[in-house]
């Protein structure tokens, strides 16, 4: 770019001018290829990646830690696209350094050819970055905020994996987490809650670089948008450093240098920039941000850059060679020495080692499941997130890398680790046990950063607020990762908080998330089994639910063993041949009703079986032969009983049969009060079974006649 053109652009002398030709050459490589991406499929956000590209391009050749040709080296830095939607600026980076595919080190992560796929059906350069489909992607980003929040998580996690796996003699973690983010980011309350998080804790090995171009899809941020965020991140306990020109790379060099050499705190870099920078008609335009600039656009800007204007996803010869030379270069030195620290590791800590390779491996520990023991019969029993608290802390002892916590809510959710040595994870600490204070939907985010580290980690609070944390639920199941979340208070059960804290539909929320394992244990020794199912998780995210209230725990030697949990649903009592007229279906505490009409139909000499099903979506993994032997087709009678809405339950019931259920929402009362009211006793699924038989009976009487 000619310093006129750039004067003429910033309304100012270039910083521009103080970059090398190649670094430029780099720059508007990057900027150019996004450009073209979004212009061929005439979908996308160009503005930012041409804002950014110095930004990044600075951060990527000069300071990140990262080995293209070994993209998961355990003690990278994580890079974190915030603003999702500028995926192209991501795209562009991973193919110009020469990303190697984590699953095929013979092919690049993205091709020139897969970018020209930019948006397209099966591409590796889908519209948003999403983890698993592009090597070289940390997390699935393009909902606002969430990007941040996760790579709180990715701090924490380097936090205590350093604490946990470092030796006087050998470092193995001390990675940095830099996270771009943009105006979109910061007006999100997500990144609000995970920005207050890490300020509390002190976060020195994260950064935050904010994209302040005051643009957003309606206009200026003006509309909406006018708070000094600086001076919000530095009462969150933030350092704060202000760069005023996004082209200015020795002002972005010195910013990156002071994160890396003051870790009191994270730290915010507030980068003013100009999207759709180099765009004569479009820069500093909302119309620079979600459409393709148009043809003759893109060709007068590539004539601001100096561009060939006819040259479509052009790589310039010696710019690859360029990121070699710098990040390729510096990420295999730094990996090298790396391995060479873990040879040396594995011989002084064997021990150490072991674990370290089952933790980077995702398998559980040898042995995780030895002091998880079966519960004996009890007809009072316990409430399930009494017996979850138990499991947990028992698990936690034998699975080093369990952490977790809750929203402002272990006492109440029972998820407490309470065994010596467990600690807290607070600024001075790495214990096991996180306080998230009451941000629910930060906790989701961070939950999942941490997983995506290779920890299991969980977050846990009342049912009622799953709400809260749809989103970060939603992408732990996109992204397939094992993160886990404990809800309490699981139906109207809980009484006299009333019906803003009652979940009704939230166990159906749950359901309708692909991927996500919903499980609802009816008692302690389904608590059990449910956790060694999660615990074995490789790909998919887990919601367990839990009661407030006491609830039966079974006679395993007269019912069926709670270790058929794993299958979803099971046979858990049965007619005497094996045959019944009449299945009753429960989950969670509304069990101990089926159960119980079960004991008094089956004393009357009917052909009754009950059926626990704690999980649909396990259910619905098993073959067709066992789901049928479970939920035969020729029985219609049928009642399902559970405390939540009604909604979905007709795949299990059928189309004649019962569904005991909630039509509304709860209401304030003591319990017995409320499981009255909206029908959950044992008369009224009694009731519900006779008409079932009776129905089935007249059924059958027409089509004999």
């Known amino acids: 770019?000619?310093?006129?053109?750039?004067?003429?652009?910033?309304?100012?002398?270039?910083?521009?001018?103080?970059?090398?030709?190649?670094?430029?050459?780099?720059?508007?490589?990057?900027?150019?290829?996004?450009?073209?991406?979004?212009?061929?499929?005439?979908?996308?956000?160009?503005?930012?990646?041409?804002?950014?590209?110095?930004?990044?391009?600075?951060?990527?050749?000069?300071?990140?830690?990262?080995?293209?040709?070994?993209?998961?080296?355990?003690?990278?830095?994580?890079?974190?696209?915030?603003?999702?939607?500028?995926?192209?600026?991501?795209?562009?980076?991973?193919?110009?350094?020469?990303?190697?595919?984590?699953?095929?080190?013979?092919?690049?992560?993205?091709?020139?050819?897969?970018?020209?796929?930019?948006?397209?059906?099966?591409?590796?350069?889908?519209?948003?970055?999403?983890?698993?489909?592009?090597?070289?992607?940390?997390?699935?980003?393009?909902?606002?905020?969430?990007?941040?929040?996760?790579?709180?998580?990715?701090?924490?996690?380097?936090?205590?994996?350093?604490?946990?796996?470092?030796?006087?003699?050998?470092?193995?973690?001390?990675?940095?987490?830099?996270?771009?983010?943009?105006?979109?980011?910061?007006?999100?309350?997500?990144?609000?809650?995970?920005?207050?998080?890490?300020?509390?804790?002190?976060?020195?090995?994260?950064?935050?670089?904010?994209?302040?171009?005051?643009?957003?899809?309606?206009?200026?941020?003006?509309?909406?948008?006018?708070?000094?965020?600086?001076?919000?991140?530095?009462?969150?306990?933030?350092?704060?450093?202000?760069?005023?020109?996004?082209?200015?790379?020795?002002?972005?060099?010195?910013?990156?240098?002071?994160?890396?050499?003051?870790?009191?705190?994270?730290?915010?870099?507030?980068?003013?920039?100009?999207?759709?920078?180099?765009?004569?008609?479009?820069?500093?335009?909302?119309?620079?941000?979600?459409?393709?600039?148009?043809?003759?656009?893109?060709?007068?800007?590539?004539?601001?850059?100096?561009?060939p204007e006819d040259a479509k996803f052009l790589v310039p010869d010696g710019v690859m060679a360029h990121f070699n030379q710098g990040i390729g270069a510096r990420g295999a030195q730094l990996c090298g020495d790396w391995e060479k620290t873990l040879e040396t590791y594995r011989s002084a800590h064997p021990d150490e080692a072991a674990q370290f390779d089952a933790f980077l491996n995702g398998d559980a520990p040898a042995d995780w499941d030895k002091a998880l023991e079966a519960y004996p019969a009890d007809a009072k029993g316990e409430a399930t997130r009494a017996v979850g608290g138990k499991v947990i802390n028992a698990l936690a002892q034998a699975y080093p890398w369990l952490i977790g916590g809750a929203a402002d809510l272990s006492p109440s959710t029972k998820t407490n680790m309470t065994f010596d040595g467990a600690g807290s994870f607070e600024a001075e600490t790495t214990g096991r046990n996180l306080h998230f204070g009451i941000r629910e939907h930060a906790m989701g985010a961070i939950v999942n950063g941490m997983t995506l580290t290779g920890l299991r980690a969980y977050g846990s609070t009342f049912l009622i607020f799953s709400d809260y944390m749809k989103p970060p639920i939603r992408l732990a199941a996109l992204m397939e990762q094992p993160s886990i979340f404990i809800y309490t208070h699981d139906s109207i059960g809980l009484g006299e908080d009333g019906p803003t804290h009652q979940p009704v539909e939230q166990l159906l929320s749950l359901r309708s998330v692909p991927g996500l394992i919903t499980l609802r244990p009816g008692d302690a020794n389904e608590v059990v089994e449910a956790y060694k199912v999660v615990a074995q998780l490789r790909h998919n995210p887990a919601a367990i639910a839990l009661t407030r209230q006491a609830i039966r725990t079974y006679d395993r030697e007269v019912y069926a063993p709670a270790a058929w949990l794993a299958k979803g649903a099971y046979v858990m009592a049965d007619a005497k041949d094996g045959t019944p007229d009449l299945i009753l279906i429960g989950t969670g505490s509304e069990l101990a009703l089926a159960v119980g009409a079960y004991e008094t139909l089956k004393d009357e000499g009917v052909a009754v079986r009950v059926v626990s099903m704690p999980s649909w979506e396990l259910f619905e993994q098993q073959s067709d032969a066992y789901r049928e032997s479970v939920l035969p087709r020729a029985v219609t009678a049928r009642v399902t009983v559970e405390a939540g809405t009604v909604i979905g339950w007709d795949r299990y019931a059928g189309p004649t049969g019962t569904i005991i259920g909630m039509h509304t929402f709860g209401a304030s009362a003591p319990i017995k009060d409320l499981m009255a009211k909206f029908g959950f006793t044992p008369e009224a699924v009694l009731a519900a079974a006779r008409k079932q038989l009776a129905q089935a009976n007249s059924s059958a009487t027409e089509i004999t006649a």
């Open 1 to 307: 770019m000619s310093d006129q053109a750039a004067a003429t652009l910033t309304g100012h002398a270039p910083a521009a001018t103080t970059t090398s030709d190649i670094d430029m050459l780099a720059i508007n490589t990057i900027r150019t290829l996004a450009m073209d991406a979004v212009q061929q499929a005439e979908s996308g956000h160009p503005g930012t990646p041409m804002a950014l590209a110095p930004v990044a391009y600075t951060l990527w050749q000069s300071f990140l830690r990262y080995d293209p040709k070994t993209p998961l080296w355990p003690n990278r830095d994580r890079f974190v696209l915030s603003n999702g939607h500028a995926s192209m600026l991501q795209y562009a980076l991973i193919h110009l350094a020469g990303v190697r595919d984590s699953k095929d080190a013979d092919r690049a992560a993205i091709t020139l050819d897969d970018i020209k796929a930019f948006r397209q059906l099966d591409s590796r350069c889908p519209g948003h970055p999403e983890h698993g489909i592009t090597t070289g992607v940390e997390v699935t980003t393009g909902p606002l905020g969430q990007g941040c929040a996760n790579s709180v998580g990715m701090a924490m996690a380097g936090k205590w994996l350093a604490n946990h796996f470092n030796k006087p003699d050998a470092t193995l973690f001390d990675y940095d987490v830099y996270t771009f983010c943009g105006d979109g980011d910061m007006m999100e309350g997500v990144a609000s809650e995970a920005a207050s998080i890490a300020g509390h804790l002190q976060l020195g090995n994260l950064c935050w670089i904010y994209d302040n171009n005051s643009i957003t899809i309606e206009g200026h941020t003006s509309l909406a948008f006018n708070e000094d965020v600086a001076a919000r991140f530095r009462a969150y306990g933030w350092r704060t450093e202000h760069v005023t020109d996004a082209n200015d790379t020795e002002a972005l060099k010195a910013a990156y240098a002071k994160f890396k050499s003051e870790r009191g705190a994270p730290l915010l870099i507030v980068v003013d920039s100009h999207i759709g920078f180099g765009s004569p008609h479009k820069q500093d335009s909302e119309k620079a941000h979600g459409e393709a600039l148009g043809e003759d656009e893109v060709r007068l800007t590539k004539a601001v850059y100096g561009w």
